[in-house]
């Protein structure tokens, strides 16, 4: 019979040593960098309501509120926390109400039965790409 012989040092290896733990942190850090610059430039974005293809209204995200139009009856839009969407709505579906809460540039809730559009718009340094 043959006899292997194990050598235990190489069992005792550990699982993480200085330098991947230093490159989880700068990794994590990296990541928490990206989000809140994300969300600062969501600040400067403002949404645009849309009747029949016209700017109605233009309405900046950082002031919470509620607004209503007499030319767009019983819609109701309210801005919370950032976010813009459509809290009431006249037509049947409600597709615009179920759509929720937008806030992320190029975001949009459409309403046809009432041709109303919500986007999401901000300044020209929040682009990343235009394509048409």
């Not at 040092?9 to 990794?27: A, C, H, M, Q, W």
């Not at 007499?70 to 009431?88: A, C, L, N, R």
Request: charged content about 20%; glycine content about 8%; hydrophobic content about 40%.
């Amino acid at each position: 019979m043959k006899t292997v012989n194990i050598n235990m040092e190489t069992n005792n290896r550990k699982l993480l040593n200085v330098r991947d733990i230093l490159v989880i942190v700068l990794l994590l850090g990296l990541a928490l960098g990206v989000y809140l610059f994300r969300e600062a430039s969501n600040e400067a974005s403002y949404a645009v309501i849309t009747l029949d293809g016209t700017a109605a209204d233009r309405i900046p995200l950082q002031i919470n509120g509620t607004y209503e139009y007499p030319q767009i009856p019983g819609m109701v839009f309210t801005v919370s926390d950032g976010k813009i969407s459509v809290t009431e709505s006249g037509c049947g579906d409600k597709v615009c109400v179920r759509t929720g809460a937008v806030s992320h540039m190029g975001e949009a809730i459409i309403c046809v039965p009432n041709r109303v559009a919500v986007t999401v718009e901000g300044s020209e340094t929040d682009l990343d790409v235009v394509l048409r």
